[in-house]
């Protein structure tokens, strides 16, 4: 679980400072983290919800991080 939680602080920083600098895209790409072209539409509902929800998992109910470990 101590990995699970080292990548969602990484990606929470990540997001944090990038998303609203970019008006919350709705399309980005994957190993840049940067949105595709200018059709990307700008504040997107789920965009914002996915941060929200790594916000909770990471700062509101840290226990809740446990429905995303999957044993493989």
Same mark, same amino acid.
């Given at each position: ?14 997001? $944090?400072? #990038?998303?609203?600098?970019? #008006? ?14 200018? #059709? ?11 941060? $929200? $929800? ?19």
């Amino acid at each position: 679980m101590g990995q699970m939680k080292a990548m969602l602080e990484e990606c929470y920083w990540s997001q $944090l400072n #990038q998303l609203p600098r970019q #008006q919350w895209a709705e399309y980005f790409d994957g190993p840049t983290g940067t949105w595709i072209g200018q #059709q990307a539409r700008t504040y997107q509902t789920w965009t914002i919800v996915g941060f $929200l $929800l790594l916000h909770h998992f990471l700062r509101i109910k840290t226990d809740d991080v446990s429905v995303l470990d999957i044993d493989t």
